[in-house]
């Protein structure tokens, strides 16, 4: 005779919100009625009524929706009715869940289980409030079991204060496969370091508060935010309005779960900068994809979690720091992270603990991470503090007795005539060589005597063989700048390393020199896309001397225009301002000589939102990607008119591609990212020139 299968047990899950697509407690929540039901249990979820939920079932799971006004007598009468085993109550003491069974005595075959969502921000609003905490004390310990998500968190210490037996069952996750390549997708470059914020737009998350406590990143670095526009509309402006002053911050507003995933799996650290924490579902997640991550001291259950940092706000630049330069300290607190989230905190373990207090009323184990694991996180934070003090610590030494620090050498940089185009382009890079160099500059107009007492380094803008005679400057304290090509050696007896223009320049002095191509970049003061004036239809723009470029003029741009179609027409020698007001009046500027040398220009003009349409060469081929951002054209009269009349047809694409093209300059070509490679290079210079005097006058 065959034995029929018990009946496992009816579960009941209150909590405000259901919406397990989301992320967050709701996340959380669908994924434990997810796996109870996969456990075999009958499970339903009492939750508010929402307008856009379409079915009463989710993945075996049983909705109950409730309007705000019914919904705390609906949920007395539920545990009151002895249709459940178990009822398991979530929510913050702020709502109206746990108080709806105040007082109440529920049938004897219905276990209660509470677990208050207690963080620091809620937790001063009422531990001071005498009426408010004995109430719930009450409520607490009547039920069956009074459950915390942190080991010394504000949910802990209220419980121990106020003498309430409770059970530690930590929050959990599931890892999610990515839905793709999230670097990819977003225009991030595979070298970027990448800070992943992942938060809805709600005050307590402190948006405001990460955005003002990392300013200046350096340009190898990327924040990326990501939160739905979910908060207070007072809170959603705020962020708005901060996010409209960083362009370097890449915000998306909300994705699904999967791509979630994929930013985790592509970013190097996750950071919480919250005001108040129960279990952040954040840190969780970023565990599971063996990444570090790093949060503030009121993040919750994330003082419990091994491989992230726990530090106040105005410190987490200094954390980066170390998470940046020391690349092995990074993998191995990735590692820590997804070993202790397999240990404690994936839903294969944590289900146990729901299943045990089910069933018997009580946990069969205590969710710790081994020893072992414990005492690697010991040994890696002895070597972050070591790290942290090298940071500030380390000099570097000059043979005159003094000690220097690394982020402050004595920099002149040289230049032939104020206000000449060269100075007028490097402007935005001699501000961002400020930040990690004292620096001088010095005109050659000016017949100066020499440098500065006591320079660590010469970088030569002037584009002159030769130094004047008065500047007795040792060569290997000297980076020049090459941007045209000088056949024979004579140029390179001078300087120690040089920086080229152009990679054609680099590939022609290779082996000869030390010498590397670097851009002088986008300077984003100036090439942007404020106070943008385009509408109607297309305006096309031309950047030329007429009278030095003719065959372009003549043979090429005249012969494609049409009378419907007009081209604007400036003059190259305009200062950057000029440009910039120039680009920013047309949607699209066409470049009918499409070299190395016309990079920077087109990079500029992209930063004001402009559409290029390019000669195909392969100077521009890896900028632009053709109908992406940009059109490649063949160097003739009729490509040329096909092209112009393609975006006076897709006027809308072309001005939406425009914008993208802004955001994209930013995150690869800007001054502060294009900085990085001639800071490389001066660093270089500087450490193989440590041995030799540094220049007395």
């Not at 992320?23 to 009625?33: D, I, N, R, V, Y």
């Not at 020893?371 to 000099?395: C, V, W």
């Not at 800071?679 to 450490?687: G, M």
């Amino acid at each position: 005779m065959q034995t029929e299968s018990p009946v496992k047990k009816n579960i009941l899950i209150v909590c405000s919100h259901f919406w397990p697509s989301v992320g967050g407690l709701e996340a959380s929540m669908g994924q434990l009625s997810r796996e109870l039901v996969a456990a075999g249990y009958q499970v339903s979820v009492m939750t508010l009524a929402f307008s856009a939920r379409t079915s009463d079932m989710h993945n075996g799971v049983r909705i109950i929706s409730v309007d705000m006004p019914d919904f705390a007598l609906a949920i007395r009468n539920a545990v009151a009715s002895g249709e459940f085993d178990t009822c398991i109550l979530i929510q913050d003491p702020l709502g109206n869940i746990i108080w709806s069974v105040e007082g109440l005595s529920p049938p004897p075959r219905t276990k209660v289980f509470i677990q208050p969502i207690i963080n620091e921000d809620g937790y001063g609003r009422w531990k001071d409030n005498a009426d408010f905490r004995s109430r719930l004390t009450a409520i607490l310990k009547a039920a069956d079991a009074a459950l915390v998500m942190t080991r010394s968190g504000p949910d802990t210490r209220y419980m121990q204060e106020d003498g309430i037996a409770h059970v530690y069952l930590p929050n959990a996750i599931s890892q999610m496969a990515p839905a793709g390549d999230f670097r990819k997708q977003f225009g991030i470059p595979a070298d970027r370091f990448v800070i992943l914020h992942v938060a809805n737009l709600y005050w307590v998350k402190n948006h405001v508060g990460l955005i003002d406590a990392l300013p200046d990143l350096p340009a190898s670095w990327q924040l990326v935010m990501i939160g739905n526009l979910t908060g207070a509309a007072d809170c959603v402006s705020a962020v708005q309005a901060k996010l409209a002053t960083r362009p370097d911050i890449l915000f998306i507003p909300g994705l699904p779960p999967e791509w979630v995933s994929a930013a985790m799996e592509a970013c190097d650290v996750a950071v919480l900068a919250s005001h108040g924490e129960g279990s952040p579902i954040t840190i969780l997640e970023a565990m599971s994809h063996s990444k570090p991550w790093l949060a503030t001291p009121q993040c919750g259950a994330a003082n419990d979690h091994l491989g992230g940092l726990i530090s106040d706000l105005k410190d987490f630049k200094g954390k980066l720091r170390v998470l940046t330069d020391y690349p092995a300290i990074r993998r191995e607190l990735g590692q820590i992270s997804y070993e202790h989230w397999k240990q404690c905190y994936s839903w294969d373990v944590a289900l146990r603990g729901w299943t045990d207090l089910i069933e018997q009323g009580r946990l069969q184990r205590e969710f710790v991470p081994e020893p072992a694991l414990a005492g690697q996180m010991q040994e890696l934070r002895t070597s972050i503090t070591k790290a942290l003090q090298e940071q500030q610590d380390i000099a570097l030494p000059g043979t005159d007795g003094t000690s220097r620090k690394p982020g402050r050498p004595a920099l002149t940089v040289l230049l032939d005539q104020r206000g000449s185009a060269r100075d007028q382009q490097a402007g935005g890079l001699v501000a961002e060589l400020s930040r990690d160099f004292t620096l001088q500059v010095s005109y050659l107009q000016d017949n100066p005597d020499g440098p500065v007492a006591g320079m660590d380094l010469l970088l030569d803008l002037s584009g002159h063989e030769q130094l004047p005679q008065a500047w007795l400057v040792p060569p290997n304290r000297v980076v020049r700048y090459l941007d045209t090509y000088l056949p024979g050696n004579a140029a390179l007896a001078n300087a120690a390393s040089f920086i080229s223009s152009t990679a054609l320049i680099e590939a022609r002095y290779a082996g000869l020199c030390d010498i590397t191509h670097c851009e002088l970049g986008v300077d984003f003061s100036i090439f942007n896309i404020e106070n943008r004036n385009v509408d109607g239809p297309a305006l096309f723009g031309w950047a030329g001397n007429v009278n030095l470029n003719r065959q372009d003029v003549f043979d090429v741009l005249i012969p494609a225009m049409r009378e419907d179609i007009k081209v604007a027409i400036a003059d190259p020698s305009l200062s950057p301002r000029e440009a910039a007001l120039f680009y920013k009046s047309v949607d699209v500027v066409l470049v009918l000589s499409a070299t190395e040398q016309k990079l920077p220009a087109i990079q500029d003009a992209m930063a004001c939102g402009v559409f290029p349409v390019c000669v195909n060469a392969a100077g521009v081929q890896e900028l632009i990607s053709d109908k992406r951002n940009g059109l490649l054209v063949e160097r003739s009269p009729e490509a040329l008119r096909a092209a112009m009349q393609w975006c006076a047809e897709n006027i809308t694409t072309v001005r939406q591609a425009g914008y993208v093209n802004a955001n994209a300059i930013a995150l690869a070509h800007s001054t502060r990212y294009a900085s990085n490679a001639w800071k490389e290079v001066l660093w270089r210079t500087l450490r193989k020139a440590e041995s030799a005097p540094r220049l007395q006058n």
